[in-house]
């Protein structure tokens, strides 16, 4: 086949951030699949800044291995504001179609959401060649942003709700990454014939128990035998982090050190709070690469999973969290729904409620039964292991978009 891929953050493990997109392409290459990936410049968790001048930047090929990579321009100031993020996304709108003209036509094309802005200009193009279609929703945009208090002008709404409309009406299957998506769209009148659960698996041969790996870290970074309190990931307004500051805040235990890794627009604001409150006890570190995750999640005792306490993160699964599991760490979850079910039934954690209190509480109890934290983290990797192998979620995608492909013309 020959398949199109869009989405605007594509990057390799050697970048910080998602890779479920990269991991796919490469899985489908290597099945003798021809691959085009149409991707925006700036990765989701990389600030810096491309140097050439933008009407040098409207269009670049570059091959990722086996697959073919088209770069279109898009406005990279997406870390400052919230403006800057939705410009970044009407930029690669009106440049993603761009991309996907200039490639051969495809035989089926992946548009993984959000942002949606591009997905919209994307299906037009598809409407026009007649390609096949198949949208992945990753999350509910707008209704995401409108819970989260980010999206408020009612006119822009009602743009966005009609853009998912139309997407959900005439691409050819929607795929959900998490079952409480799924059952979301299902709710509001999609038919079920229409809509497809496949969830973000783990690369089992990057995320595994490497407790030499942790050492280093441990090493590196002079953490000795202190209690690590981990959050490796996005730092954004979804990410509830706050919550993990306050909790240090209230933790008198100096041996306990509250680790955050990771970027996003929220981090300048928690580096202020740490200055401000001089928070001695947490640690605020650069993004690091995919590949260099399973390093810093193994050189923790406890790994943190939080999200905003709002209705639609319900149907949330965090990467982070089947990361953490997959290294075999125990986890704790302040998340309801879906991700709570997650470490209640694999056993491989603590679910509490979204408060500081309540994350206090929880660290010292786990903090004084390490046999507890052993078993926790040995229930998660078994739990993974089973259920979130990243290899069967390939060959699903790739089943799936065969049977589109080679089912009736697009509408």
């Known amino acids: 086949m020959k398949i199109a891929v869009v989405y605007q953050y594509y990057q390799g493990h050697s970048a910080p951030g998602h890779s479920l997109i990269y991991e796919y392409t490469q899985h489908l290459a290597e099945q003798g699949h021809q691959v085009t990936v149409i991707s925006g410049e700036t990765g989701y968790m990389r600030p810096d800044q491309p140097r050439r001048p933008w009407y040098k930047r409207l269009l670049r090929i570059e091959h990722d291995g086996p697959v073919k990579v088209v770069r279109t321009y898009t406005y990279s100031e997406l870390h400052r ?77 009602a743009v966005m709700s009609w853009m998912e409309r139309v997407l959900y009406d005439h691409c050819d299957l929607v795929v959900a990454l998490t079952q409480g998506i799924h059952d979301d769209i299902e709710r509001r009148g999609w038919p079920a014939n229409k809509l497809k659960v496949i969830t973000c698996g783990v690369d089992l041969e990057m995320l595994f128990p490497d407790l030499c790996a942790g050492r280093t870290i441990r090493l590196e970074h002079g953490w000795g035998d202190r209690n690590v309190i981990l959050y490796l990931g996005a730092m954004g307004q979804a990410n509830n982090l706050d919550l993990m500051l306050d909790a240090a805040g209230r933790y008198e235990d100096k041996e306990v050190l509250f680790v955050l890794v990771g970027d996003g627009m929220q981090r300048p604001h928690l580096e202020a709070r740490i200055r401000a409150e001089c928070l001695d006890n947490v640690v605020i570190l650069p993004s690091v690469p995919k590949a260099m995750a399973r390093a810093y999640i193994n050189a923790a005792d406890i790994c943190l999973v939080t999200l905003m306490d709002i209705p639609l993160f319900q149907g949330a699964i965090p990467t982070k969290l ?90």
């Open 81 to 157: 504001s919230y403006l800057g993020r939705l410009i970044s996304f009407i930029s690669f709108s009106l440049t993603a179609p761009i991309g996907l003209l200039r490639a051969d036509k495809p035989d089926v094309l992946l548009a993984s959401s959000p942002p949606i802005f591009p997905m919209f200009s994307i299906w037009l193009v598809c409407r026009l060649r007649r390609i096949p279609m198949v949208f992945e929703v990753r999350d509910l945009w707008p209704e995401s942003a409108i819970q989260m208090g980010l999206l408020r002008n009612r006119a822009l709404i």
């Open 322 to 411: 089947l990361d953490y599991m997959a290294c075999e760490r125990p986890v704790l979850c302040g998340i309801e729904g879906e991700a709570a079910e997650i470490v209640s039934v694999s056993g491989a954690g603590v679910v509490f409620p979204p408060s500081s209190d309540q994350l206090v509480i929880a660290i010292r109890a786990l903090l004084l039964d390490p046999e507890r934290r052993r078993s926790m983290g040995e229930n998660g990797g078994r739990y993974v292991r089973a259920h979130f192998n990243a290899q069967v979620n390939r060959a699903k995608m790739e089943a799936t978009l065969d049977k589109v492909a080679n089912s009736l013309p697009s509408r």
